[in-house]
Structure formats: C-alpha cells, structure tokens
C-alpha cells in the first residue's frame, strides 16, 4: 500500500474544478503569450558595451561624456552592490560566529575593508549627484597628492613642505 491521498468526495471534486475554472485561463495567458513574447536570456544577464571613459573624450564631445557619465554611473551601482554583499556576508559570518567571530571572521573583514576603502577613493565625498567629470577631478587631484606628498594617509614627505 502506497501514500494515498484522501479519498475522492463531491465537496473536493467542486472545489478541484472551481480552482481549474480559475487557474485555466492565467496559465493559458502565460504559456501562450508572456513566455512566447520573453526574450531567449534573463534581463539580469544583460552586458552592456564599454564606452571610451571620460579621459578618452574631446572636451566637446557631448555624446560621448553622456555615454561616460552612463557607464559610471552603472559601474557605480554595480560597486555598491558588491559593497553591499561583502558588507552582509561579514554582518552573517560575525553573527553566525558568535563568540569568537574575530578570528573566524577576519578575512572577511580585511576583504569587506579594502573594498570599503576602494569605494571611498572612486566614489566618496562625490555625493548623490557626482558625475563622472567630478570623480575623474577627483582622482586626477588624488595623483597630484600622491606625487607632491606621498600616498594618501602615510603623512607629508618632510623634504616638500614649503
């Protein structure tokens, strides 16, 4: 004797084909419409072309500083997804390994940090409104820095303070 479902009554044949009279249509619409009409990849899976970055555009060309700001703002997004995943991934690993996470959890944590650091000298103090000319003055100005003083965070060089 197999796994039998419950026996066959008028009360759940009624409601079988209460449920079918509903269910039919909306599976005839997806099956014959909305999967025909669906395009052969996931939407999530759409690559974008690389465009000429900003440093590679004429100083009039407005199309192609557009299609810059574009790309950089996608990049950015995708930037703080990946932020976003490591950030939670730590937050998981620090909760997951209570007692003595700081051990367990601290390649993670050096991981989740220098990507933070990467974040902050690509995007931060840019703001919500930050384009990609802003962040290319950015690192534009951090290379002066680093060239006149050092690294960022290391100190002044002695021998160039005026």
């Known amino acids: 004797m197999g796994a039998e479902g419950p026996p066959e009554n008028a009360f759940s044949k009624a409601v079988d084909t209460a449920l079918g009279t509903l269910e039919a249509p909306a599976k005839w619409f997806r099956e014959n419409v ?7 990849y ?3 899976h759409f690559q974008f072309r690389r465009v000429p970055t900003i440093d ?11 299609e810059a700001n574009e ?34 959890c601290a390649p993670m944590l050096q ?3 220098k990507a933070a650091e990467n974040w902050f000298i690509k995007y931060g103090d840019l703001g919500a409104y930050g384009d990609v000319k802003d962040a290319y003055m950015k690192q534009k100005h951090r290379m002066i820095w680093e ?3 050092g690294s960022v965070g290391s100190g002044m060089k002695g021998d160039n303070i005026h």
């Not at 909305?34 to 052969?40: A, T």
């Open 34 to 40: 909305i999967e025909k009409n669906r395009p052969s």
């Open 42 to 44: 996931p939407w999530y």
């Open 56 to 66: 590679e555009c004429y100083t009039d060309d407005v199309v192609c500083y557009i």
């Open 71 to 104: 790309q950089f703002k996608r990049d950015r997004m995708v930037d703080s997804e990946v932020l976003n995943i490591l950030r939670k991934r730590m937050e998981d690993c620090n909760l997951y390994e209570a007692p003595n996470h700081r051990e367990k």
């Open 111 to 113: 991981a989740y940090e």
């Open 147 to 149: 060239r006149r003083h």
